[in-house]
């Protein structure tokens, strides 16, 4: 019963889901070529708003101190 939580266990860490997204993003390029161009706008769109995020991060902080 140990094993199994400890298997479990393993699904949670940031690690395996980072590898475990990798490996989906190039079975499903591989599979579906199709999908690139609607995934690269998802990205594309996704960092934008990282981007968007960065200025205030830093200037906020500075701001208040």
């Given amino acids: 019963i140990c094993l199994k ?3 479990l266990r393993i699904f ?3 690690y395996f889901q980072v590898i ?3 490996r989906l993003g190039i ?3 591989w599979l ?3 999908f690139a161009p609607i995934a ?3 990205g594309e769109t996704f960092i934008n708003m990282i981007k968007m995020m960065i200025a205030p ?3 906020l902080p500075l701001l208040a101190g």
């Fill in 27 to 29: 079975v499903v390029g």
């Fill in 57 to 59: 991060i830093i200037f």
């Fill in 20 to 22: 475990l997204g990798i």
């Fill in 40 to 42: 690269k706008v998802i």
């Fill in 32 to 34: 579906i070529p199709q």
């Fill in 12 to 14: 949670k860490t940031f």
């Fill in 5 to 7: 939580i400890d298997y």
